[in-house]
C-alpha cells in the first residue's frame, strides 16, 4: 500500500498538468492553508486563555494571597463574537470562614490584543467590557450568613449594574442563629427582586479606593429584623453603629448621589422567648429617596431622607430624617407624622413587648419632632386621640381575665390612661415629651423607636 501511494504521488507532474488542474489545485492548497490557519488562529487565544493567562493569573492570586484557593474552569473564546465564557469560578479561604462560586458567566467586548500585550487587566483593555453571570454566591462563615445572586449584569459603557433575586440569609435557621450565642444579637434577612446601580466612576472602583455611583435604586425589597430580647447583652461586644459613624469610619471614599427604595416592607420584631411569637413593628408600601450620602469631604454635609410608609397596614406614616455626617457621635434628627388609625393596631407589638393589649381608641392625627445628640433623645410628640381603653395582661397566658389583671387594667384606666387628648374650647391639647437615651446593644432602627415611644407613652400616662 505504501509503494502504491508513492508511485501514485510520483506520477504527478506538474508541468504536464492543464492550466485547469493547476488553478484546481493551487486553490485547494490555499484552502487547505487557510483552514490550517483559520484553526489555528481560532485555538490560539483558547490555548492561551487555558494554558497561559488563567494559569498567570491563578498563580499571581495564591502569591498575593496564599491564604485563599482560586479555582477556575475551562475558558472559551469566541472570537468572532469576541466574547468569553466559563462554567464556573470559585475562591475560598483555607479557614473556610468566607468561600464565593460564581456559575456560569461570559464577557464580551474585551481589548484582547491590549490585554495579551500588557498581560494585565487594565482600564483600557475593559473600556467597552459587559459582563452577565449566574447563581452567585457568597458565605460568610464567621457571620454565619450568605449573600445569594440570581444574576448579575455588568456593562463598563453604560456605567452600570443590574443585580436580580439578591438575598442576604443567615445560613441557619433562626432558633440555631440565636443558640450560637448566649448573647442578645439581631437576625437579618434581605430580599432584593432587582437592584439597579447607574453612573459608576469606574476608574475609582478599578482602584478599589472610590467607590461612586450617580444613582441606586431598588423596588419590592423586604427586610426582616428578628432580635432575641430573652438574652442579655454583651457589655464586652462592640455597639451597634450608627449610619454617620459607619461612613466616616470607612476609609475609602463612598458617594451615592442618590438612593431611592419603592414599594417595599421593613418587618422589626422582638422575641421574649424560645420559640414564642414575636412582637412586630411593620411598615409596608415604603416610599424611600435621599440623595448626598458621601464621607471624606472638605465640608460637613447632612444627608436628608424623605420616606413614607403604610404604618401597620393601619395608616400612612411620612418622615424626614437628617443626619449630619461630619458627626462622628450618635447625632441625628427625625420629624413625621400619622394619618387616622384605629389604637389596637399596635397590638402586635404591645401584647407581647408590654403585656398590655389596647381595647378601644382611634388616633385622629399625630406628629412627632425629635434631636439625638450623642445618643440623647429629646423633642415632643403631639396626637388626637379619643376613647383609649387598655387591658393588663397576664405575661404566661396573655389573659386579660385574670384577678390581677383586672385589677391593674382598672388601676391603668383610671388613674395611668389619659383616655383622650382632643383640643379643648382653647384648641390646647396635651404634648408628649421625648426623654430616652439610647442603650449600648441599640441597632438604629430599634433606638429610633424606642424614642418615638417614649413620646407617645409620656402623651397618654396621666
Avoid at 508541468?15 to 488553478?23: M, R
Avoid at 437576625?187 to 441606586?216: A, E, T
Avoid at 430573652?230 to 438612593?259: A, C, E, G, Q, Y
Avoid at 444627608?303 to 424626614?320: D, G, P, V, Y
Wanted: net charge positive; hydrophobic share 40%.
Amino acid at each position: 500500500m505504501k509503494k502504491l501511494k508513492i508511485n501514485y504521488i510520483q506520477s504527478i507532474n506538474w508541468k504536464s498538468l492543464s492550466p485547469g488542474k493547476k488553478a484546481l489545485y493551487t486553490t485547494l492548497s490555499i484552502a487547505i492553508a487557510l483552514t490550517f490557519f483559520v484553526i489555528i488562529i481560532l485555538s490560539l487565544p483558547k490555548i492561551y486563555l487555558n494554558n497561559f493567562l488563567k494559569n498567570q493569573i491563578i498563580d499571581s492570586f495564591a502569591k498575593a494571597h496564599p491564604e485563599y484557593s482560586l479555582k477556575i474552569n475551562d475558558v472559551n473564546l469566541n472570537i468572532l463574537k469576541n466574547r468569553a465564557e466559563c462554567n464556573s469560578i470559585s475562591l475560598t479561604k483555607i479557614d473556610s470562614t468566607f468561600s464565593c462560586r460564581i456559575g456560569a458567566f461570559s464577557i464580551d467586548g474585551i481589548d484582547w490584543i491590549n490585554l495579551f500585550l500588557e498581560k494585565k487587566i487594565s482600564p483600557k483593555s475593559i473600556s467597552g467590557a459587559t459582563l452577565d453571570a449566574k447563581d452567585i454566591s457568597l458565605y460568610l462563615n464567621r457571620l454565619r450568613y450568605k449573600i445569594l445572586c440570581g444574576q448579575l449584569h455588568l456593562s463598563v459603557p453604560d456605567s452600570e449594574i443590574q443585580a436580580n433575586t439578591l438575598e442576604v440569609r443567615p445560613l441557619i435557621s433562626d432558633e440555631p442563629f440565636f443558640t450560637e450565642s448566649k448573647f442578645r444579637n439581631a437576625r437579618y434577612s434581605l430580599i432584593i427582586p432587582k437592584l439597579s446601580v447607574n453612573g459608576i466612576v469606574l476608574q475609582g472602583l478599578f482602584n478599589g479606593n472610590k467607590y461612586c455611583v450617580r444613582s441606586i435604586k431598588t423596588q419590592d425589597a423586604s427586610i426582616d429584623i428578628l432580635v432575641n430580647m430573652d438574652k442579655s447583652f454583651d457589655t464586652k461586644s462592640p455597639n451597634p453603629l450608627m449610619p454617620n459613624v459607619v461612613l466616616s469610619s470607612i476609609i475609602d471614599t463612598i458617594r451615592v448621589d442618590s438612593l431611592q427604595v419603592m414599594n417595599s416592607r421593613l418587618n422589626y420584631c422582638e422575641r421574649y422567648a424560645v420559640n414564642a411569637k414575636a412582637a412586630s413593628i411593620t411598615f409596608d408600601r415604603i416610599q424611600f429617596f435621599t440623595e448626598g450620602i458621601v464621607n471624606h469631604t472638605g465640608r460637613p454635609d447632612t444627608i436628608a431622607i424623605h420616606a413614607q410608609a403604610n404604618f401597620m397596614n393601619s395608616s400612612t406614616m411620612k418622615l424626614l430624617m437628617l443626619i449630619p455626617l461630619g458627626s462622628p457621635q450618635s447625632s441625628f434628627s427625625f420629624a413625621g407624622s400619622l394619618d387616622k388609625m384605629e389604637a389596637n393596631s399596635l397590638n402586635k407589638f404591645l401584647e407581647i413587648a408590654e403585656h398590655q393589649r389596647i381595647k378601644s381608641g382611634i388616633v385622629q392625627s399625630a406628629a412627632y419632632n425629635i434631636n439625638v445628640n450623642s445618643g440623647q433623645a429629646t423633642g415632643n410628640v403631639h396626637a388626637e386621640y379619643d376613647n383609649l381603653s387598655v387591658a393588663v395582661l397576664n405575661k404566661n397566658t396573655e389573659s386579660e381575665s385574670g384577678l390581677i389583671e383586672r385589677i391593674s387594667s382598672f388601676y391603668a384606666k383610671e388613674f395611668i390612661i389619659k383616655r383622650s387628648n382632643m383640643p379643648d374650647k382653647s384648641g390646647d391639647e396635651r404634648t408628649g415629651v421625648v426623654k430616652y437615651t439610647r442603650k449600648p446593644d441599640e441597632p438604629f432602627i430599634q433606638f429610633v423607636w424606642f424614642a418615638l415611644r417614649s413620646g407617645v407613652l409620656n402623651l397618654i400616662e396621666i
